[in-house]
């Protein structure tokens, strides 16, 4: 409770400011479709979507001013989640 | 439960003068809390012992026992349901975890009690809702308990709601998982620092982490079968475009990780129980808690083993095939520092050190097959045969089962302030170790000479190993009947239990028998290791 990060407040100009990258980075992905990227294609909305992510878990879900070991919490999650997906997918890709 | 309550005095069980039924169901102490999940478990315990007792009996000779096929499909299915989500799972880690946990940290409770009271709820309710889909709708589930695809997605049996009761109960895990996770993060006493920590405590940090990270999973995979199923979607049924090959992998990059949460506090339970018993400090403090958490991370790299013959990629396979003998180090660790615990001790045979030595004779049997199944060049000869039923049984049963009542016979009687008479105790212990193994070494070698797992019926020649297995199925269930009733008369009436009397240097004999509500007359502040017995000043 005596936590200071839990007290800070995010200026509207910075919250909009991510908001509008978020716009733009949606616009983005539609566009990629549009481009003959082959197999690319999937890498690219995937890259984007987690740039779009990390925005909203930085800024939105206040991470970046959390303690450092809620960040190493929420990095062992994405980590496993990231072995999880590489794992079926390297099944996939070579089968 | 009115019983006990009558019985059973002092501490949590009278101190806040509340009674009745719902000074129990509402309550968010986690003895409390602990006992009723003990309960539970127990109970499904013994529906699943029934069922595997009746499968057993079917297939006692060849051709039509005692049911049809398809009554013999739900009896498997359901038996691996109940033993597996119901009984195992939960099993250590909701019931002795809530009960030892936040005293082993010097805590007065959990961090969330109130959450704690609703995930039990929750696993009352995802009970409830599996054992309502055996008797309604298409009658009880025959997939068996992977409801694997595309069966699962078209038998007209009650897959929907049984899956749908397993995923109420995977958010009881989550909630528990969260619950321990936090309380060993900030609930702990002054001087508890992270290497004072009891190893069962730390072996259900691992524990809780893996039922975070991998519950999910197996959440959504069960909720996308149910879409499947009542919406049509082609996501696994290959007629309609899906991938079956992708519903395994689901499943069992949530099952086996599964197969650490079941194990891991077994572990926990053996390593806090092996030194008291031989009156030594642990070897190898920190390498067992550092196992536990290895055995934790790289039993989440190696699901693909249950998937050799699935027709996944060969690269795939030798992959997954590597992989699974590196958690096959961690594991040894453990063993190598319990027997290193034992060497030169002073050791007393009484029953929670048998149950424990026994854990690690048949654990390291369950393992060691394991690896057998781990290397693809093997497995494919063995898999899905009784090899693999007598391998899980061997980890499992063998494994956390006797771990269970390891834990039993060694912390219940501090619960209850009072304890069970020791010659029952032993008797039924050597009935069951004996039975387990005509029972489940006799599949292993059955396995070996080709009998599929899951089957009706099978060939004359495979008759008299089954015959032999069957036996064995009786006398082991004479041990667990036994063990559980000289446990239950003796907790209820025998003799006053006080003090330390196993000599343990962990927080919670250090405290009143039974323990207060608050577990703590004041703030305990810690002062030495777990397993330093002089520090403790035990003799
Ligand atoms: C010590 C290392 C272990 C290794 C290397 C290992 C390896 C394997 C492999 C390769 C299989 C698949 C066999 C097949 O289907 O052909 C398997 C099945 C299984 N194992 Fe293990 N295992 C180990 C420990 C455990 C533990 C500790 C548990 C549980 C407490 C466990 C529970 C199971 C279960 C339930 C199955 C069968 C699942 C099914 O198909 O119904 N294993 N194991
Ligand atoms: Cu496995």
């Known amino acids: 409770m005596t936590n200071e990060s839990a007290e800070h407040i995010l200026s509207y100009g910075k919250l909009v400011t991510v908001w509008v990258t978020l716009l733009v980075l949606t616009a983005a992905t539609i566009m990629v479709t549009r481009v003959e990227l082959g197999v690319w294609k999937v890498w690219a909305a995937l890259a984007i979507a987690s740039i779009k992510s990390g925005l909203v878990i930085a800024f939105f879900m206040h991470m970046k001013y959390e303690p450092r070991l809620f960040r190493i919490i929420l990095f062992v999650a994405l980590f496993t989640l990231a072995g999880f997906i590489g794992g079926t997918f390297f099944d996939v890709l070579y089968r | ?539």
């Open chain 2, 1 to 539: 439960m009115s019983q006990e309550t009558a019985t059973a005095e002092g501490g949590f069980w009278s101190d806040s003068g509340k009674t009745g039924i719902g000074s129990w169901i509402f309550s968010t102490d986690h003895k409390r809390i602990g006992l009723m999940y003990l309960y539970c478990v127990l109970s499904f315990f013994m529906v699943g012992v029934l069922l595997g007792v009746l499968i057993r009996l079917e297939l006692i000779a060849p051709g039509p026992t005692i049911v049809t096929a398809q009554t013999y499909n739900a009896l498997f299915t359901v038996h691996g349901v109940v033993m597996i989500f119901l009984f195992i799972i939960p099993g250590i880690p909701a019931s002795f975890g809530n009960l030892v946990l936040p005293i082993q940290l010097g805590a007065r409770d959990v961090a969330f009690p109130r959450v704690n009271l609703f995930s039990w709820w929750l696993y009352v309710i995802g009970a409830v809702i599996v054992l309502v889909s055996l008797f309604t709708g298409g009658g009880a589930p025959d997939t068996g308990w992977t409801f694997y695809v595309p069966f699962s997605a078209r038998t007209t049996t009650n897959v929907s709601l049984a899956v749908f009761g397993v995923f109420i109960l995977g958010f009881s895990s989550i909630l528990t998982g969260i619950n321990f996770v936090t309380t060993i993060h900030r609930m702990r006493a002054p001087g508890m620092n992270w290497t004072r920590i009891p190893l069962f405590t730390w072996s259900l940090y691992a524990t809780a982490w893996v039922q975070i990270l991998a519950t999910p999973i197996i959440a959504i995979t069960l909720l996308l079968v149910v879409t499947e199923r009542i919406l049509g979607l082609g996501l696994f049924d290959p007629s309609r475009g899906g991938d079956p090959i992708m519903f395994q992998h689901m499943f069992w990059i949530y099952s086996h990780p599964a197969v650490y949460i079941m194990i891991l506090p077994g572990m926990g339970v053996i390593s806090d129980i092996i030194p008291v018993f031989s009156r030594k400090p642990i070897f190898g403090y920190k390498m067992i808690a550092f196992s536990s958490l290895a055995i934790a991370a790289a039993g989440s790299a190696v699901w693909g083993h249950h998937m050799y013959t699935s027709g996944m990629s060969d690269l795939g396979v030798m992959v997954f095939s590597f992989l699974t003998f590196l958690v096959a180090i961690p594991s040894a660790i453990k063993v190598f520092n319990w027997v290193s615990t034992m060497y030169k001790g002073s050791i007393s045979l009484e029953a929670p050190m048998l149950f424990a030595l026994s854990f690690i004779l048949l654990f390291s049997i369950g393992g060691l097959s394991g690896l057998i199944l781990g290397a693809a060049s093997t497995d494919i000869h063995v898999h899905d045969t009784h090899f693999v039923v007598g391998h899980f049984h061997y980890v499992m049963f063998g494994g956390t089962g006797f771990a269970f009542f390891a834990a039993a016979h060694y912390w219940l009687p501090k619960y209850f302030g009072r304890r069970y008479e020791e010659k029952p105790a032993i008797i039924g212990w050597v009935l069951m170790f004996i039975g387990f193994n005509v029972l489940y070494f006799t599949m292993q070698v059955l396995g070996m000479e080709g009998m599929p797992r899951r089957y009706y019926d099978y060939l004359p020649e495979f008759a008299r190993l089954n015959l032999v297995a069957t036996v064995g199925s009786w006398i082991m269930v004479a041990g667990i009947l036994i063990v559980l009733w000289n446990l239950w008369r003796g907790l209820l009436k025998g003799e006053p239990f006080t003090g330390n009397p196993w000599g343990g240097a962990t927080l919670e004999w250090s405290i009143p028998t039974p323990p207060p509500t608050e577990n703590f007359e004041e703030d305990p502040v810690v002062t030495h290791g777990p397993y330093d017995f002089k520090g403790a000043g035990v003799p």
